[in-house]
């Protein structure tokens, strides 16, 4: 009889390392280290105006300030170059692992310029394309001007957070 139950528990060991409980918290050690590690993974940051989907598209050429304040909200920021510009600023950072430092990934400004009368003369979407300020919505690069010289400052300052 002793030889029949050494022979069918033969290889498998009951106590130690291999053992039932062993195993449950070599498992549970596993999930905690992999819940662990999960919680490490990266992080976006959205800073500044979040602009809400579509709003460019609702806002025509010729459209009052009252119109664009309804559909984008109070601006960032409001110069005077040859008539008014709201500008909408933000940001997008990520962060790969926790604990590291933020690279920012996307940083816009969108301009909305009003004539003498106050109604929409063009917009823009600036953002930095190849390390120079890029309009995404006129496929241009500013060169000079008032709106270069205002434009440039906001993007260096942008850059340090």
Known sequence: MRTTARL??????THGLFGLG???RT????????LALAACTGEQFQKGYIMPPGALEQIPIGASQDQVLIVMGT????ATLDGEVFYYISQRAERPV???NQKMV????VAIYFDKNRQVRRLANYGLKDGKIFDFVSR???TS???LSYLTPLFKLLSFN
Do not use: N, W, Y
């Not at 069918?8 to 060991?13: N, S, V």
């Not at 601006?75 to 409001?78: D, F, K, N, R």
């Open 22 to 24: 062993a195993r449950l």
């Open 106 to 109: 996307d940083q816009r400004v």
């Open 98 to 100: 926790a604990f590291m």
């Open 27 to 34: 498992a549970g050690a596993i999930a905690l280290t992999c």
């Open 75 to 78: 601006p960032s920021t409001v």
């Open 145 to 147: 001007g008032q709106e």
């Open 140 to 142: 241009t690069t500013p």
């Open 8 to 13: 069918l528990t033969r290889g498998l060991p």
